[in-house]
């Protein structure tokens, strides 16, 4: 596993590519649902899941920290649901960064509660230093200093989710 920020295209492309060969050699008996949790995994999934020579399925859920705008609350509602059905079947949920780790461990037993086969994680960026609670990740792209990162689906006020690569946002940007 790498540690570096901010991450160039290559790079990522370079580690998803290893992920996706390691997913593809996990999983070759049974290959699983890809869960991308909305929005900022739409890039990594689209990637990973090209680097995958499986034939995986893709689905979808958005889920939103619940009431202030505060967010990794811990508390978190469905903003959108899966399309389909989970059960007896291997989920992998494939994550933009985990950072306090609150919203997937409730998605994590969200998903759970719906008699999976199994359910483990991708995700493309995680910031040891910010967690809050430990999780087993079963596919780590890059752990990152504790920074506002932006890009590869990343977002400040939803800008800059578009650029190809991992950048760390000015501080300009966000302190007055
Ligand atoms: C981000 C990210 C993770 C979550 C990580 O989503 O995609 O889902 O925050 O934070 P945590 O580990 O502290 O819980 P966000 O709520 O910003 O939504 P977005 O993907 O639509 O940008």
């Known amino acids: 596993m790498s540690t570096a920020s901010p991450l160039d295209e290559?790079?990522?492309?370079?580690?998803?590519?290893?992920?996706?060969?390691?997913?593809?050699?996990?999983?070759?008996?049974?290959p699983p649902i890809l869960v991308g949790v909305?929005?900022?995994?739409?890039?990594?999934?689209?990637?990973?899941a090209r680097s995958i020579d499986l034939k995986v399925e893709m689905d979808w859920m958005a889920v939103s920290s619940y009431g202030s705008g505060t967010k990794?609350?811990?508390?978190?509602?469905?903003?959108?649901?899966?399309?389909?059905?989970?059960?007896?079947?291997?989920?992998l949920i494939v994550e933009?960064?985990?950072?306090?780790?609150?919203?997937?461990?409730?998605?994590?037993?969200?998903?759970?509660?719906?008699?999976?086969?199994?359910?483990?994680?991708?995700?493309?960026?995680?910031?040891?230093e910010a967690a809050r609670v430990e999780i087993d990740v079963k596919y780590v792209g890059f752990d990152i200093p504790n920074e506002f990162v932006i890009g590869y689906g990343l977002d400040?006020?939803?800008?800059?989710?578009?650029?190809?690569?991992?950048?760390?946002?000015?501080?300009?940007v966000y302190e007055d």
């Open 10 to 30: 290559q790079q990522i492309r370079d580690r998803l590519a290893e992920i996706g060969a390691q997913i593809a050699a996990d999983y070759a008996e049974e």
């Open 38 to 48: 909305l929005k900022g995994a739409v890039m990594v999934m689209a990637d990973l």
């Open 72 to 91: 990794s609350s811990g508390v978190v509602r469905i903003l959108k649901d899966l399309s389909g059905d989970i059960t007896g079947r291997n989920v």
């Open 96 to 128: 933009d960064i985990i950072d306090s780790g609150l919203t997937l461990k409730w998605s994590l037993a969200n998903l759970r509660s719906r008699g999976p086969k199994s359910v483990e994680i991708a995700t493309s960026l995680r910031k040891p």
């Open 156 to 172: 400040h006020a939803e800008n800059y989710r578009n650029l190809p690569y991992v950048g760390v946002l000015a501080r300009s």
